[in-house]
């Protein structure tokens, strides 16, 4: 039995129509709300075992009183969600806090739709009806504030232009942001008035602000300007010069995981982890899958019987691929495919362990990772072993090395990784040092040997010609020197 909307439900079961997770006994009749879902029957082997999970935030009987205002009783012991904002000791004093003290007010974006809001001490900030009236009003708040005067010429090219060139609008509108919301202050009356010079001083402008300039940033002005050219509405040529504004890019040296780290992740990912978990880390380790590949992997895009997976689109390079794994990648697909949600809404290969049971985004998955993966993360201390960072990306980076060491040539290292170019792959491929000092030592002796083995040629004396003409043959006749008189 449910009350309330869909996001706040208070919930009544029945006795016996729950058990506990721990034991399986059944549990009493109980109701539960917003962070406060989860029951179990309080033995003490079940709340022992239920402590090692980390989802949750244990709390002892009589140590924390409850939320709600008037109430001295304390919070029941259990397992709460660690995102709630309050505890409560029980559905009704949850009910009587949320409703407590609510106007209606209107909705900030100036729709003019009234929308309930909570007053804890006085009303303050921004009131939306939705998410998405939220999403508008920000947008149109950023434009005002970031593009001021120039804001219809920017529109139009986000409205046309950008809108069909880019994938993702956002992060084109967060670095023209930055450009415009410069040039609103140095007081920039017109387009045509950006010179070489302004954008010198716009990057000046972000390292003094401590604004980070991200390496497409340069190349979204310079697409802006060109749009500008080539709708008339500039004159003048690109203020972008590549050799007086890009800074050389820097090459870091392949990162390949050793033999030693990948038997630690796997022996943590066996006692730590679970099915999803390990997949994820075979597909990245065999196949060398972006995390943003392996979250939008579909169940018909893995074929077990050709040993290949089908990367779709979107991906960075826009172009579909075939990557094939190998049998420790096919191990842990069974495993997990056995234990998949046969009833899932959708047909994602990997999902979060939640109700919902929502795809994996990279975000989440990066973060389930390094649950399992690192000592630490979040401030709060895991583990007694593992990394002390961990990078997903790291694993296309032993991809390529391991294929690269066993002899893979560079078309077959191109096609599986995804790289468009030689260069871009060669930085992913770690070569074996000892390999090239043995390569290096050989090539010197041989150039030794050819340098010995080669005729020379020495340049007589005035003496020594004098005795060749007397028929006296000179000093080291029998010397593979050639004579040059």
Not at 247 to 259: D, I, N, Y
Not at 339 to 346: G, I, P, V
Request: glycine letters at 8%; aromatic letters at 10%; a positive charge.
């Amino acid at each position: 039995m449910k009350h309330g909307n869909s996001k706040l439900t208070i919930e009544a079961f029945a006795e016996g129509e729950r058990t506990c997770p721990a034991c399986g006994n059944s549990l009493p009749a109980h109701d539960t709300w917003p962070g406060a879902r989860f029951r179990y029957c309080g033995g003490a082997a079940c709340t022992e075992q239920l402590r090692k999970h980390d989802n949750g935030r244990y709390v002892a009987p009589s140590s924390i009183r409850c939320a709600a205002e008037g109430c001295m009783e304390f919070v029941l012991e259990g397992f709460y969600s660690p995102y709630a904002s309050f505890l409560c000791c029980s559905s009704r004093c949850w009910q009587y806090r949320r409703t407590k003290r609510q106007e209606h007010v209107l909705c900030s974006c100036g729709c003019g739709e009234e929308v309930q809001h909570r007053v804890r001490k006085a009303l303050h900030g921004r009131v939306y009806v939705s998410s998405e009236h939220h999403g508008c009003h920000e947008s149109e708040l950023f434009f005002d504030q970031a593009f001021g005067r120039f804001r219809p010429v920017v529109e139009e090219y986000f409205t046309n232009f950008a809108q069909m060139h880019y994938r993702d609008l956002k992060s084109v509108r967060s670095s023209l942001g930055r450009f415009f919301r410069f040039l609103n202050e140095i007081e920039c009356k017109s387009l045509d008035e950006v010179t070489c010079d302004t954008v010198t001083g716009f990057l000046v402008w972000s390292h003094k602000n401590n604004i980070g300039v991200r390496s497409d940033l340069l190349s979204c002005i310079t697409t802006f300007f060109k749009w500008l050219q080539s709708t008339g509405k500039r004159s003048a040529g690109n203020p972008v010069n590549s050799f007086l504004h890009r800074k050389k890019k820097e090459k870091r040296l392949p990162r390949p995981l050793s033999a030693e780290e990948l038997k630690n992740a796997h022996q943590w990912l066996d006692e730590r982890g679970d099915a999803r978990l390990r997949l994820a880390f075979a597909i990245g380790e065999e196949s060398g899958l972006r995390i943003g590949e392996i979250c939008r992997l579909r169940v018909q895009d893995v074929s077990s019987e050709g040993q290949r997976l089908f990367v779709r689109l979107p991906n960075k390079t826009s172009r579909e691929r075939y990557a094939f794994f190998c049998d420790k990648t096919a191990t842990c697909l069974r495993e997990w495919l056995a234990e998949r949600d046969a009833s899932c809404t959708h047909d994602h290969l990997l999902y979060n362990y939640s109700k919902r049971q929502s795809p994996f985004t990279p975000g989440v998955l990066g973060e389930a990772l390094s649950r399992v993966l690192c000592k630490s993360y979040g401030g709060k201390v895991l583990h007694e072993q593992g990394f002390d960072k961990w990078s997903t990306h790291r694993l296309r980076h032993t991809m390529a090395t391991k294929l690269a060491e066993g002899g893979a040539d560079v078309a077959v290292l191109m096609s599986n990784g995804g790289w468009s170019n030689r260069d871009t792959m060669s930085g992913y491929v770690k070569v074996n040092q000892g390999q090239v000092k043995r390569g290096y030592e050989e090539a010197m002796r041989r150039a030794e040997c050819q340098e010995r083995e080669a005729p020379r040629t020495r340049v007589l004396t005035p003496q020594e010609v004098l005795q060749i003409r007397r028929g006296v043959p000179p000093r080291g006749q029998n010397s593979p020197d050639k004579h040059c008189v």
